[in-house]
């Protein structure tokens, strides 16, 4: 708007201009002779008027110019308010967005404590349950100690067992050999024994057959078998031929 009626006194002013230098010139071209004043007239009160009128419009034409620069910053001003003016309005109408939106933010920020309710309730029973399982794997863990500790008893035991069953199959053995040795000695001292009961019972049978008294063993002080101890061999051959002579 400013901008239309600047560009119009721009247009007055250059047609006035244009018209003042051709009244100048059409003045200049109208003075080529001088007449005689005869009468009391004066011949410069057109110039006077022209110049009077020349002032006044260059007067009016340092006014238009400004006129136009006042014109110019107050569209520079008004534009600057505008935009300030539009920025606010559009600043408001986001405000107002916003505010016709609080009620929505609000039941959003509601419903987002309530499920930061819930996950606090959820955590509480996480840490619950992470407590749990940490006595549990405390409880297995134990559990796993005491196995591995049976099962390092048991190969202990079956170690000793092992060792033990070696000592025994040793002294086992050691103890049939000694016996076996002892045995041997025994068949071999009441094998000689039952030999020289043998020999001396027939020395008293051909002395009964002689003599028909047995004769009395001398007594000494070591102590010969009782009739318990003497063993009779299987072979009693010379025994029942007595007893037929007798």
Request: aromatic share 6%; charged share 30%; glycine share 2%.
């Amino acid at each position: 708007m400013f901008g239309s009626i600047r560009d119009k006194f721009q247009s007055i002013q250059e047609g006035l201009s244009a018209s003042i230098r051709g009244m100048t010139l059409a003045e200049a071209s109208m003075k080529p002779k001088k007449f005689v004043n005869t009468r009391n007239v004066n011949y410069d009160a057109g110039a006077d008027v022209l110049h009077h009128f020349q002032m006044e419009w260059n007067n009016m034409h340092e006014l238009a110019e400004e006129n136009a620069q006042k014109a110019q910053e107050a569209d520079a001003l008004i534009a600057t308010i505008h935009e300030k003016i539009e920025l606010q309005w559009n600043s408001i109408a986001i405000l107002n967005n916003t505010l016709s939106s609080i009620p929505k933010i609000n039941s959003d920020i509601q419903a987002l404590m309530d499920q930061i309710g819930t996950l606090q309730e959820m955590f509480e029973e996480v840490e619950n349950a992470i407590f749990e399982v940490e006595d549990l794997q405390e409880i297995l863990d134990l559990q796993s100690s005491q196995l591995d500790h049976r099962f390092q008893l048991a190969l202990y035991k079956e170690k000793k067992l092992a060792e033990l069953k070696n000592i025994r199959e040793k002294y086992a053995n050691e103890h049939l050999e000694k016996v076996s040795r002892h045995e041997r000695a025994q068949e071999k001292l009441l094998r000689e024994r039952q030999n020289t009961f043998d020999e001396a019972f027939r020395e008293e049978i051909k002395e009964y057959k002689k003599t028909g008294s047995v004769p009395k063993t001398p007594t000494t002080s070591h102590k010969g078998p009782s009739l318990e101890e003497i063993v009779i061999e299987a072979d009693s051959a010379d025994f029942d031929e007595f007893l037929k002579e007798t």
